[in-house]
């Protein structure tokens, strides 16, 4: 069986896998980029706290997948919990950074500016701040979400879902009938997604950062 033969074949299984893959790195990404910016909005003042918050969300992507989700089935067994629990944390150094750095780029007579007119210390973050902070915060979560596009594959090692499981199906069976044509259609469904998935933060950069900010 051919590569488009074998798509046509299993094409609403396809569509399923693909559904599984965005939902779990998109709703990961989400909560990531809580975590992120809360972690971010924590930090951002102190400087010792910065480089502490930036090392140990480091330290966690120098962990490789494998190790990680082999540390993780045993606490969250089997399954989707753990793929989430993996991916999120994987998915913060870009997003705290990148909160980090935003909230240090704004202006200090901004938010003098702010509190002038009488804006509380919550009110100059939530509606100056974070709003300057944004295109930043952003572009850590763009970042993150291509990254997660690609561990997500070897969450499947913990059953997670998506595309992972043809990729993992591909070259466990190496050498069988359709093997190649699992291995590459997982493969290249990945990045299509990782493509459609940027193309979406295009978008959102288009609708919610000004013109001037976005050069």
Known sequence: MNLFDYISDRASKLWLEAYLHTSMVVQCTILAAVLGVLIGVAVYRSPIGSAVATALASTILTVPSFALLG??????????TTAVIALVLYGLLPIVR???VGLDGVDPAVTDAARGIGMSRFGVLTRVELRLAWPA??????????MLMGIAVIAAYAKGPGFGAEVFSGLTNAG??????????????VVILALLLDGVYVLIKRFTVSRGVRG
């Open 71 to 80: 540390l993780l089935i045993p606490i969250s067994g089997l399954g989707p």
């Open 176 to 189: 069988s009938t359709n093997s190649l044509n699992q291995a590459v259609t997982g493969t290249v469904g």
């Open 137 to 146: 915060i952003l572009t850590g979560m763009r970042v993150a979400t291509q």
């Open 98 to 100: 990148n909160t980090i």
